[in-house]
């Protein structure tokens, strides 16, 4: 069978990652990972221990134990830690708050790489499109498809406040500038690195945001 067809999507929160990668991986009929739900499981996995989230030895000790696993279908992936299904859980907002403390240690990094590249090489479909922030540079820098999708600070703002109720649209837009500002310390998901495609969805709507990344796909694979 060999390894499936990999389509890279990195960029900042609220760009439309998860969202366009799960439509384009269904009208594809391909799978579909959110590496950030590793990212926040382990931030999930790592406060049900009460560990601090900051001590990265302590973080680093705990990987052993976390027994993850993510289904790949676009329309019904659900997130397991051991017998825990943690699909919603690792959205609320006190899960959000320590992921960027997580994501910094190395070796976490190194750790859930790993586990990415070994959930890839299992598919079962012709192709897979792996969104995340460093997909493109360290996870699959090799991909045939590159993608880094964009939008400017304040549509990306908007969008994601549009989606939560009780937060006031103030507050969601600093929390996330200052999680983009701490992950993008860690890996660079602001600028597209060499033969990466720029898809910048500022001025697109969602259905205009999924065919133009279904339109990169297809010039460069010829599916
Ligand atoms: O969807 P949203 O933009 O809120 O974030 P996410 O994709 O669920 O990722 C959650 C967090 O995981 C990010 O804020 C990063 O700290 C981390 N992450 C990462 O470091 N590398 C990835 N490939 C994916 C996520
Ligand atoms: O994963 P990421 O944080 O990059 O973004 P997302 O959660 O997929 O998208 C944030 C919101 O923006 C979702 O409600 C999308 O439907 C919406 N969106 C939009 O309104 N227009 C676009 N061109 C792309 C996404």
Redesign the pocket.
């Known amino acids: 069978a060999g390894l499936p067809i990999v389509v890279a999507v990195?960029g900042?929160?609220?760009?439309g990652?998860?969202s366009v990668s799960k439509a384009a991986a269904r009208k594809l009929g391909w799978s579909y990972l959110?590496?950030?739900?590793?990212?926040?499981a382990l931030?999930w996995f790592v406060v049900q221990r009460r560990l601090d989230p900051t001590d990265s030895d302590a973080v680093i000790d705990a990987l052993p134990d976390f027994d993850y696993r993510i289904g790949t279908h676009p329309d019904t992936y659900h997130v397991f830690v051991g017998d825990h299904d943690v699909t919603d859980v690792?959205?609320e907002p006190e899960v959000?708050a320590v992921?960027?403390a997580?994501?910094?240690v190395p070796e976490v990094?190194a750790f859930?790489t790993g586990l990415?590249r070994a959930i890839i090489a299992h598919g079962e479909k012709r192709g897979i499109v792996v969104?995340?922030?460093?997909?493109t540079t360290?996870?699959c820098p090799d991909a045939p498809v590159r993608i880094l999708l964009t939008a400017d600070e304040q549509v990306r703002m908007a969008r994601?406040s549009a989606e939560l109720t009780g937060h006031s649209a103030a507050h969601v837009g600093e929390a996330?500038r200052r999680?983009?500002a701490?992950?993008s310390r860690?890996?660079d998901?602001m600028n597209a690195a060499d033969g990466v495609i720029t898809v910048d969805s500022t001025d697109l709507d969602f259905d205009q945001t999924v065919d133009a990344v279904i339109a990169v796909v297809q010039k460069e694979t010829h599916v």
Request: net charge positive; proline share 2%.
């Open positions: 990195d900042p929160a609220g760009s990652k998860s959110d590496t950030g739900a590793a990212y926040r931030s690792i959205r959000t992921v960027s997580i994501a910094r990094r859930l990415f969104e995340g922030r460093d997909i360290v996870v994601r996330l999680r983009d701490a992950d860690v890996v998901f």
